[in-house]
């Protein structure tokens, strides 16, 4: 049988049936590889490997079966030419800095970025001679402004956490490639399902695997997709030495994720746009955040640039940080939480937990106010989800 070439086919089949390459014993579901190490037939083919003449297995730490099945099929679904899988989130981020970074590079950041990518930039990559602007994230012009000569990326997530602003990806991509400079999506919050940064202009998409990807909150990982060139020269060789590998059993999981990704997102999505809906008629809230909602700044940007809305509604009390902490603690079935794209309905106050770390002046810039709470919508009935969260309202 000659083997499938997966492009001519769809995401929902990409997702379900990429990847897997089957072994000897014919097996159906994808195996898991708890191997560390593999063995090669001589000498010389472990030094053919080793020097990448041949393909291969060799350690686990940059070669894994199950990983690889996880990485073939998320490329795929990304549209994108390489995948590699990582221990977290926020350990592909740190690959794709350290992978692309030198001292004395500059990058742009949107600020509404996550927390930890805040951190991240500023901290560490600070400490050894990067310097990050924080830019709005819709703010075009505020861009290309801040682009200097030393530039070498702009990061940016879409729709952002937790106001759901969104980002003109073939636009910004546009400015990046007039300057020089890469352009890299964290595609977290759409998934491939709803939105495809690498098909509009952008050179990398980064994931966390946790969210939508696993999507019943059990594993932490994560995931770069790029073209072969920047993959093969920029972001393997760290991963092989840095050693933030994703392990075979969560590559296992994430598999089985992607297999429901498109409908579970469609799910996502319905539920999301008819609580949306409801909590704008709500007297208590001051403002929802949704881009499904005609009074999204930017909604029509959003429908065209993705499929569906999302998954992520998140709205401002008028009852300040003393309403919102009410309203949470009064619900009975919502996850107190601060992970999202799980089936289970989370609800968080962003401005104490996720956003907590940052001084109030940034977190201010960044628009996170007290009285905000971030709903990342469940699975549930949306009857049940509206009723909880009407106990505090
Ligand atoms: C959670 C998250 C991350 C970090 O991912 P981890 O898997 O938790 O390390 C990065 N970006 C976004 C948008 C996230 O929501």
Known sequence: MNEI?????????????????????????????????????????????????????????????????????????????????FASGMAAIMAVGMGLLKAGDHVICSRGV???????????????????????LTDTAAWAAAIKPNTRFLFLETPSNPLTEIADISALAGIAHQHGCLLIVDNCFCTP??????????????????KYI???????????????????????????????????????????????????????????????????????????????????????LAKRQQSHFGGIVSFELTGGKEAAWQLIDATEMLSITANLGDVKTTITHPASTTHGRLTPEVRAAAGIKEGLVRVSVGLEHVDDIKRDLLRGL
């Open 193 to 210: 399902a709803l939105q495809k940064p690498l098909t509009l202009g952008a050179d990398i998409v980064v994931h966390s695997a946790t």
């Open 114 to 136: 996550f927390g930890n990518t805040v951190l991240m930039f500023q901290n560490y990559f600070g400490k050894f001679g990067v310097t990050t602007d924080f830019v709005d």
């Open 5 to 85: 070439n997966w492009k001519n086919y769809s995401l929902e089949t990409q997702a379900i049936r990429a990847g897997h390459k089957r072994t000897h014993e014919d097996e159906h579901s994808i195996p898991i590889f708890t191997t560390s190490s593999y063995v090669f037939k001589n000498a010389e083919e472990a030094a053919l490997r080793f020097t990448g003449q041949k393909a291969g297995n060799i350690y686990s730490r940059f070669t894994n079966p199950t990983v690889s099945a996880f990485q073939e099929r998320l490329a795929l679904m990304e549209q994108g030419e390489l995948c590699l899988a």
């Open 214 to 300: 696993d999507g019943q909150g059990r594993c932490v990982g994560g995931a770069v997709v790029a073209n072969e060139d920047i993959i093969e020269k920029q972001i393997y060789p760290y991963l092989r030495t840095g050693g933030a590998t994703m392990s075979p059993f969560n590559a296992w999981v994430f598999l089985s994720g992607l297999e429901t990704l498109a409908l579970r997102m469609k799910a996502h999505c319905d539920n999301a746009f008819e609580l949306a809906q409801w909590l704008e008629q709500q007297p208590a809230i001051a403002k929802v955040h949704y881009p499904g909602l005609l009074s999204h700044t930017q909604h029509d």
